[in-house]
């Protein structure tokens, strides 16, 4: 077989969406960042661009020759797993630092374990 025919069979085949790949490596790399809890604003960042790659790689998914819709729906999955992960999150420690109560047994604990150190 001629090596030009090859290449021609071989670019004739469908393409996944970059979108798609993007929108996937996006939901998981804010998954990820909302887990580690410290970096939970970076996973909201991550996991919002995530939803509008996702959504872009489902509709270039329509197009013929372009394959990706799987992929773009775990994208979109994660990325909203993340994004209300990250709300959660955030939401959870505005109510513990507005509650008066929570703060104050947070700082008698820390006070404990330094009169323990010393």
């Known amino acids: 077989m001629p090596a030009d025919s090859r290449a021609r069979r071989a670019s004739t085949g469908a393409k996944t969406s970059a ?3 993007f929108a996937l490596v996006f939901g998981v790399a804010g998954l990820i960042s909302v887990l580690t809890a410290i ?7 991550l996991g919002i661009i995530g939803i ?6 489902l509709k270039m998914a329509r197009r ?3 394959t990706g819709r799987g992929v773009s729906i775990g994208g979109l999955v994660l990325s909203i797993l ?3 992960i990250a709300l959660g999150l955030g939401a959870g420690i505005t109510t513990f630092l ?19 150190l010393d």
Not at 52 to 57: E, F, K, R, S, T
Not at 98 to 115: F, K, M, Y
């Open 19 to 21: 979108a798609a790949t």
């Open 39 to 45: 970096l939970a604003w970076v996973g909201l960042v």
């Open 52 to 57: 509008v790659l996702g959504i872009v790689g």
């Open 64 to 66: 013929p020759g372009v």
């Open 82 to 84: 993340a994004v209300l």
């Open 98 to 116: 507005n509650n008066e109560g929570a703060v104050d047994r947070l700082q008698n604990q820390v006070d404990n374990l330094r009169d323990k």
